[in-house]
């Protein structure tokens, strides 16, 4: 990672590359030949298309240059690979119930250096998650702002044809019929898509481009103008500053792409857990939040010193277990769940990812025994679950409902219960399973 900087951001805002940084001479070349450069961004591509959309401009910008790199490119392939490693704990979320579809797009004028082409990009969402994301140099030459904006908003629209016809095909989204908001920034490019005759002063736009007004017609997909510091598409065209990073990734982007706890969401969480007056222990691990425990500041733990302790780890079935614990704040892991549900423990549920989504639909509303915090955390609505849930005329029936699944784990787990006879089992057909593969072995032999 020699010559790159400390990885805040996927790409450097200031920083273009071109040609002109390419070797010139056989000696130069034959100094880079040993990087590993298209290995490197080939994987980056990978990740970049299946989990890492904040990556994507930064890849397409390195990945024209495999053929003939220079010590510049280079250098950007390492501050993106660091920039990944400081961010390994990034990830998409999709914590909505609100499954409607929308789409932003946006376009950076005449932004490549080499041959003075516009930038596209656009990023789809459904449930405040990403679906659909593209970063791509275009391949005319825009002229002006509206119409790389127009050429950029008719990729998108063309997108939008595609994930229509694949969620129909799947028949999850009931609102998919109704039309698919693109939102745009570019009100000219707006008015040339939506009024077929501002068309007369754009013929020397290509034919191809023009798609966008069918789709528009047939009312498949509306456009709407929309804000440029709100556009979330705008780190696919750009390098952003740090502080618009950071705006980009946690105020606008919302629940699309988070490290498992922000700055902000922590003092939300931890501000309305004192507000409520009640005695936590809250465990964070230092390996999912930048910072740890250190991030929280003195005075405020000097502050909550008699009613809060902050800790790296615990032994989680130790503490719930605790006649004292009245409630336990979780993302909704299975063992979490199975090891509250164990101790007879109520549950504030913050799903992320994988089952925990599931695990948190059940509980809160198949099993009656936790309640939800909304993705978009409010140290207001923490410290009103916190206060319902230990008080409440809900928190009373939830207490009333765990303690009922707690004697039905007891019965099952007891000998002669349900899961004492599904454990002896497993462990018999095991058995029997390695019993097998030994005759085999000694069959063999």
């Known amino acids: 990672m020699q010559d790159s900087k400390k990885g805040f951001s996927p790409f450097r805002h200031g920083v273009h590359l071109s040609k002109k940084m390419c070797p010139k001479t056989q000696e130069e070349r034959d100094k880079m030949r040993n990087c590993p450069y298209a290995s490197a961004v080939g994987s980056l591509m990978y990740v970049m298309l299946c989990t890492r959309p904040d990556i994507f401009y930064a ?17 950007t392939v390492k501050h993106i690979l660091k920039y ?32 003075r082409k516009s930038i596209s990009g656009f990023v789809f969402t459904i449930g405040k998650g990403a679906i659909s994301w593209r970063s791509c140099k275009q391949d005319t030459t825009a002229d002006s702002t509206t119409e790389e904006e127009y050429i950029a908003a008719s990729e998108a629209v063309k997108e939008v044809v595609w994930i229509r016809k694949f969620i129909q095909e799947l028949g999850v989204v009931p609102s998919i019929e109704s039309p698919i908001t693109i939102h745009c920034d570019n009100n000219s490019a707006i008015a040339n898509a939506v009024e077929p005759r501002a068309h007369k002063r754009t013929k020397h736009i290509e034919l191809r481009f023009h798609l966008i007004c069918d789709i528009l017609y047939k009312g498949d997909v509306e456009i709407t103008k929309i804000a440029s510091a ?39 969480i931890i501000e309305g857990l004192a507000n409520s007056m009640y005695q936590f222990l809250w465990v964070i691990r230092a390996n999912l939040v930048d910072g740890g425990v250190e991030i929280i500041s003195k005075e405020f733990m000097e502050e909550i010193k008699d009613r809060g302790f902050l800790s790296g780890w615990c032994p989680q079935e130790r503490v719930l277990s605790h006649p004292s614990v009245g409630g336990f704040l979780t993302h909704c892991g299975w063992n979490s769940t199975l090891e509250s549900i164990c ?9 992320f990812f994988a089952e925990q989504q599931t695990n948190c639909f059940y509980s809160c509303n198949k099993w009656g025994i936790g309640m939800e915090i909304d993705s978009d955390v409010k140290k207001e609505k923490v410290e009103g679950l916190v206060r319902e849930l230990m008080e409440g005329g809900k ?15 007891q019965v099952a787990t007891k000998v002669g219960g349900s899961s004492y006879i ?22 063999g032999s």
Not at 243 to 261: G, K
Not at 425 to 434: F, G, M
């Open 59 to 75: 890849v397409s910008i390195v990945s024209r240059y495999q053929s003939n790199l220079g010590p510049k490119h280079w250098t």
């Open 395 to 409: 928190g009373k029936e939830i207490r009333e409902n765990v303690m009922e699944w707690k004697k039905r784990v």
């Open 343 to 351: 101790e007879g423990v109520p549950l504030m549920r913050w799903p």
């Open 84 to 115: 990944l490693n400081k961010t390994k704990h990034y990830f998409l979320v999709f914590g909505s119930e609100d499954l409607n579809i929308q789409g932003n797009t946006n376009s950076d004028f005449q932004s490549d250096i080499d041959d």
């Open 422 to 443: 599904n454990f002896g089992s497993l462990v018999r057909k095991l058995s029997e399973l390695s019993n097998s593969d030994s005759d085999k072995v000694i069959g």
């Open 230 to 268: 709100s556009n979330v598409a705008d780190p696919f065209t750009k390098a952003l500053p740090q502080r618009a990073v950071e705006v980009n990734r946690i105020s606008t982007l919302e629940s699309t792409l988070v490290v498992l706890l922000y700055d902000t969401m922590i003092y939300s």
